[in-house]
Each structure stands twice: as C-alpha cells, then as structure tokens.
C-alpha cells in the first residue's frame, strides 16, 4: 500500500501469536504515522481491576525524544488520581484538553507547565482501548498546540479501540489454553471465499453459520479494492465480534494456504445479579463512555438491540436515565469491592 492505514493498526492487533513486547511493539510503529506530532507516540497494555487505578502490564515507546522520554513516568506518576482514570471513562477518543474540560485554560495548568511545555508539547491525544474486563491498551501522543478530537477522529479511533481491546481479550485468553489448542480448536473454519470447512458448539446452527459467513466475506471486501477507495467503510464493515461472540482471525498453514477461523471470544462484564449477561456487557461498555453505535460496532450487534437492552437494564434496575443507570452499577461494583 501507497500509505498506511487505520486497518493496519487492526491487523496488527490480531497477530495473537506474537510475544508481549513484540505484539505491543508492532501495534507502536502501526500508530506511530496517524499520531506522531514531532513527539513520538507512547504505547501501554494495562490492567484495570473494577473502578480503580490502571495497572500498566508492559509500556512501549517510539520516536520520543530522549530527554522527553526520560520524564515521561514522572509525568504520569505525579498526575492526580482522578484525572489519571478520566481516559479510561470518557471514551476511547480524547485530548487532554477535552479530559480536562477546558481549552485555553489548559495552558495554564500547573502539571503540563512543569513537565511538559518545555518540550513544546502543549497538549496530548489519548487512544484507550478498553473493555469491560478490565484489559485493554492504549497510546498517548503529545501535540504542539491545542487540540480538539474531531467527530471523525473520534468514530474512526473508537472501531480500531474495538478491536484493539477484543484482540487484547483474545490473546490473553489463547494463552490460557494448553499447548497446541490455540490453533486446533476454533469454533468455525472458512476459506477467504467464505467456504465452511469446519463448524463446533454454536457455530454448527445454519444461523450462525450465515452470520460468519458473510462477516468472512465482509472482512475480505475490507482487505480488497475497498481499502484504497473508501478507508472509512472499509473499517465500518469489519465488526469487532461477530455476535457477540466470535473474532475472526488468519491461520495460515504450512503449505501457505490461508484459512479464517472463528474463536469464541465473548467479553465478560461485572455488574448487578438482575441484569442478564448481554445485559452486563453493553453496561459495561457505557460505563467507559462508548456510546450505542459504537458498543454495536464492538459486540457485532445491531444499535437497535443496544438501546433494548439498555432500556431492559434500567426497568430492572428501576432507573430511568442512562447516567442513573451507570451510577447504580458501579455502586454496585463499588460495594461488592467492599
């Protein structure tokens, strides 16, 4: 390709098999040419249990100048708290400005202006790729002047965030299993021209097996000509999950042929005993600031049946706005900690 591209971000985010460090650093250099403002980009795979402080499990850094690159802990270790969470609850597409909730006045702020603004960094852009479980990655880039994520920044980051966090999911669920089973035991196996050669589990019903049929030949279309012509719906037809339940990933076997195998991959969320589980998942991705088109693109599911489930979660819980609707979970949460 001419260029780099958003879905090369995805595609590097399904090399499941790769080491930690490699895997994160393939992920850094994809990043690097979409974020990179004279500031190199930071990458980090993190861990955050319940409501509380991210766990940073491995960190990786590109293009940073060195003696920017010396402080960055510091920047972040001496930051409040709170403001330190605000990435992982206000969706996957933010600048630190926008978290902050002001503009001009975040020149003034006292941590940038110790840290920071002596290297001409004036403001930054976060990339949080969450999920309910509490695992995820994310990227931080530092930007010359006062920036704004724009509304197609923000829906274009928030697809390849979903894919992110689900390949963060799948991973580490692969590692789990005994050796071998990684790649003997997927669920469905399609050819790219979305020829079935295996179907277990839910993956043998006719329904199932039309839905991941077509989301093989969706997710070939977004590799063909489509990806030059439109970038955009070429990222729009590639779903995170395919109903919620599968991720699609390459297998190539010795003789070089490539095949498409379907794993089961469902999130698992936390939340009150009256809600269902489907119910818990899309509660749980609101409570990191996605909204409704976006939780659809991530659980390969329609808007339509976010917004009933939702509408379900709050009868059961007795609410009737979205925002007492997330109040409520993570009391809840927060007294099942206790």
């Not at 297998?251 to 809600?275: C, D, F, M, S």
């Not at 609101?286 to 049946?305: M, R």
Request: charged share 25%.
């Amino acid at each position: 390709m001419a260029k780099a591209d958003l879905l090369s971000i995805v595609e590097a985010a399904y090399r499941v098999d790769l080491e930690d460090a490699a895997w994160l650093a393939g992920l850094a250099e994809a990043v690097l040419p979409h974020l990179d403002d004279g500031f190199g980009v930071a990458a980090f795979e993190f861990y955050r249990p319940g409501d509380g402080l991210p766990e940073v499990v491995q960190r990786c850094r590109l293009g940073i100048p060195e003696k920017l690159a010396a402080i960055y802990p510091t920047i972040f270790q001496t930051m409040d708290p709170e403001i330190r969470q605000r990435p992982f609850r206000m969706g996957p597409c933010i600048t630190g400005s926008q978290m902050m909730g002001m503009r001009r006045g975040f020149l003034d702020e006292p941590h940038m202006k110790q840290y920071a603004q002596k290297f001409g960094m004036y403001d930054s852009f976060w990339i949080t790729a969450a999920e309910p479980s509490g695992r995820g990655c994310g990227f931080h880039a530092g930007r010359a002047r006062l920036t704004r994520a724009s509304a197609a920044q923000v829906q274009q980051w928030g697809r390849v965030a979903a894919h992110l966090s689900t390949a963060v999911r799948l991973r580490h669920a692969l590692k789990g299993l005994p050796p071998g089973r990684a790649r003997t035991d997927p669920e469905a196996i399609f050819d790219p021209s979305g020829k079935l050669h295996d179907a277990t589990g839910e993956a043998r019903s006719e329904h199932a097996r039309d839905l991941l049929r077509h989301a093989v030949l969706m997710l070939e279309k977004s590799r063909g000509p489509l990806r030059a012509k439109d970038p955009e719906k070429s990222l729009a037809i590639r779903k995170a999950l395919v109903a919620g339940r599968w991720s699609l990933v390459d297998q190539i076997e010795q003789n070089g042929e490539r095949y498409i195998i379907a794993r089961q991959n469902e999130p698992t969320a936390p939340g009150p005993a009256l809600l269902s589980k489907r119910e818990k998942e899309i509660v749980g991705y609101a409570q990191l600031g996605h909204h409704d088109k976006l939780i659809a693109y991530e659980l390969g599911i329609a808007p339509s049946t976010v917004r009933v489930l939702l509408g379900r979660a709050k009868v059961k819980l007795g609410v009737r706005s979205r925002k007492e609707l997330l109040e409520v979970c993570r009391g809840a949460a927060r007294a099942k900690a206790d």
